[in-house]
């Protein structure tokens, strides 16, 4: 079986792999939570939020000086497996895990090599979000880590309808770390949720 990572947003994502299935659940997840939970915050109550935020950013921004930095995002990897060693079926190796860390930090700082495959009405918008993503040093508990958690599953595979029950497997703060899950997902290749 071959696993990717899929990354489609920062705030927080569940990242999975399996053969023959739809690849992105995100706007199937989103419709499904709004329906169970149609009280709670809105796609366009984000957006508004999101908007907000960034023009406040803009504003601060633009009244003081902007140094150049790098933002570095903390990640921690949730490998939530069947009981494998270490890098067979789901048990992903390290090597796997820090291979796909190097594709997103390239994708996310332009440096991807089908980058040139840009095309050229959006090479004029086209930019580097300056962002290194990292494996965790530290855990939730101020204790050292490697950013790769390796749970065994209370199941064999997951659907999205399964979000809470999975999370619940492992799941560190999200204001503080990137979540990844990497499990076998049954009905997409994965999925993020805003």
Known sequence: MFFRLFIYCIPLLLVVSSSAQERCGTVAYELARQLRNPKKESIDQFEKWMKKAVDQKKDM????????ST???PVVIHIIHNGEPIGTGLNISDAQILSQLKVLNDDFNRLNVDQVNTPSLFLSVAGSFDVQFVLAKQDPNGLIT???ERIRGSQSSWTSTDNYLLKSQSYWPAEQYLNIWVTLLTDFLGYTQF
């Open 61 to 68: 921004s633009s009244s003081a000086q902007r140094t150049q």
């Open 146 to 148: 490697n950013g790769i």
């Open 71 to 73: 933002l570095t995002i």
